[in-house]
């Protein structure tokens, strides 16, 4: 009893002495481990390769389902179960929503990564999704969304929604019923920013104030929000500042020097 | 030939109603709808109060920038209407509707010139500068404008907007139905396009109703069974289907008849052949006529 206490603490004590070895390791020597980071970065334009294997996916042309087969939902459901369709028949863990037909109208947001694996391992039932089957015996049981879902208001299927609401409907519909998963626009999409190496105009070594000017010249509303904020009207004491509990004016509202 | 008072009068009724026969002939109302226009069937079920359809309006058609962002929720606290800066308007209404968890939920109503298929303003403007066009977008034509805004006073959903600000060149301010954009190949208005659950869906009006009928067909528990815009003032180009009472989301209860049928046909058997005028001139001469006779007579009288 006493052995296998012992050994424990002597374990406990080793760890601690890497820990801290490994800390003093760290504090010592900077310039070596920060050589090390940018070594095990990636080389630039490099793709890891499931999201390369995501890009070419969404990029595929995948083809076109124009009858789909008459079947009650319940039935699709049973016979997918019976069939034994489940997660180990999924190819992608991970897609990219990133399609050409949506690109081509709106491009508003970043494309989606949606966890295909990940919901099929939640849900357990394939038929949530892929709700309808081609008419083709020949045709794919889970066929992909694009197969029937495409551009938009297309005349000769006038009850097919586009490939852009089929995704959102199904998405936001599940989400909001199971409570689960986000609903609104940022939770699955990313900000498509502007790339601003373009849009800024600055000299080479531009004063702070040009700086500030060149911002304001697009974000004229969040400048006048930023006047209305904390930061910059702050004039009492910094209370949670380390040797600046006690000391008051000074902020962006009473003596700060880069006031602009 | 003497025409005396009875005479006058027996010439003067037949001659009148001879002529609100005719003018009541002439005067038969016809819809002027286009045949085959184009339309936006608004599923209230699915909008998700995202306002997106906003912000592609105000850009496509190049509106001054909002008050506040498109993507600040408390706009939606307040009940607004279309504006000179906002061809289109999305409202939150709680209808008492709760959820499993027994939440409120809300519906989203997209509000716009509903383009209607006999539109009322179409029928006020006293110019000519409202028309309805072939694919179904009732367009303005700012050139024809004289600014007396009848078309507000005419139009039963107060849509139409002024530009009040602005004393020198106001404009009537209303949804164009994107009229450019739609005119051309596999146009869509800005809103429809970048809608991201397709609660508005574009295509022929008649498509729209089979769609939204099979859609009420499909799912008769989501839906009520009513197309708000199918037959409401002889049908509009924009339809609304809805899980809600229209009237609980804002929509007021409206007849079939379209509006111009009533005051068309008032103003066509009034004055067709210019009868009313007419008999008005004839009825003030034959007073005259009767009265100047009298005082000929009486001074003549007075004079032996």
């Excluded at chain 1, 029937?148 to 208001?153: L, P, V, Y």
């Excluded at chain 2, 939440?103 to 997209?110: A, G, M, S, Y």
């Amino acid at each position: 009893m006493m052995k296998t206490l012992d050994r424990a603490r002597t374990k406990r004590v080793a760890a601690l002495v890497l820990l801290a070895f490994a800390l003093v390791a760290r504090t010592a020597a900077p310039a070596p481990a920060a050589a090390k980071a940018e070594k095990l970065s990636p080389p630039q334009g490099w793709v890891a390769p499931d999201r390369q294997r995501a890009i070419e996916r969404a990029h595929e042309n995948v083809p076109f389902v124009s009858q789909v087969k008459d079947e009650c939902f319940v039935c699709r459901q049973q016979r997918l179960r019976n069939e034994g369709y489940g997660i180990d028949d999924i190819t992608d863990a991970c897609f990219l929503l990133d399609s050409p037909i949506i690109k081509k109208r709106s491009d508003q947001y970043m494309p989606v990564r949606f966890m295909h694996s990940k919901h099929a391992a939640a849900l357990n039932d394939c038929t949530v999704c892929h709700h309808l089957r081609p008419a083709d015996p020949q045709g794919k049981e889970t066929s992909r969304c694009v197969a029937c879902h495409r551009q938009a208001f297309d005349p000769r299927h006038p009850d097919r929604v586009g490939l852009k609401a089929a995704y959102h409907l199904r998405c936001i519909g599940c989400h909001e019923q199971m409570h689960k998963g986000p609903v609104d626009c940022l939770g699955c999409h990313d900000k498509n920013v502007p790339d601003h190496n373009r849009l800024v105009e600055l000299p080479d070594h531009p004063k702070p104030s040009q700086v500030t000017v060149e911002c304001l010249r697009c974000h004229k509303r969040q400048g006048r929000e930023m006047l209305k904020t904390a930061h910059w009207l702050w004039r009492g004491n910094s209370a949670y500042t380390m040797g600046r509990r006690k000391e008051v004016q000074s902020g962006k509202g009473t003596n700060a020097v880069n006031n602009f | 030939m003497r025409l005396n008072r009875r005479g006058f009068f027996k010439v003067v009724g037949a001659a009148g109603v001879a002529v609100a026969g005719t003018g009541q002939n002439a005067g038969a109302w016809h819809s002027k709808a286009p045949k085959d226009p184009y339309g936006c069937l608004v599923d209230l079920t699915r909008c998700i109060g995202c306002r997106k359809c906003e912000e592609a309006c105000n850009r496509v058609n190049r509106l001054p920038p909002p008050e506040l962002p498109f993507d600040d929720p408390t706009v939606l606290d307040t009940r607004r209407r279309p504006t000179d800066k906002a061809y289109t308007v999305v409202n939150r209404y709680y209808t008492g509707k709760l959820d499993e968890r027994s939440k409120l939920v809300p519906t989203f109503v997209k509000i716009q010139c509903m383009h209607c298929q006999d539109p009322a303003c179409v029928s006020a403007c006293i110019v000519g500068a409202l028309t309805k066009k072939e694919n179904g977008a009732v367009h303005y034509d700012v050139g024809k404008c004289i600014g007396c805004r009848y078309c507000m006073v005419a139009c039963p959903f107060e849509i139409p907007a002024y530009e009040y600000y602005d004393p020198i060149t106001p404009r009537v301010m209303k949804c164009t139905f994107c009229y450019e954009r739609i005119s051309k190949q596999g146009g869509l208005p800005g809103c429809a396009e970048i809608c991201p659950v397709e609660a508005l869906t574009f295509g022929k009006r008649s498509t729209l109703l089979e769609v939204a009928r099979k859609r009420i067909k499909q799912d008769p528990a989501r839906y009520l069974d009513h197309i708000y815009g199918e037959k409401e003032l002889g049908g509009t180009s924009w339809m609304y289907i809805s899980g809600e009472p229209f009237e609980s989301v804002g929509f007021r209860p409206l007849p079939a008849e379209p509006i111009p049928r009533l005051t068309e046909t008032i103003q066509h058997s009034l004055f067709s052949y210019l009868w009313s005028p007419a008999l008005l001139f004839a009825l003030l001469g034959g007073l005259m006529w009767s009265t100047h006779k009298k005082q000929n007579t009486s001074e003549k009288g007075g004079e032996s």
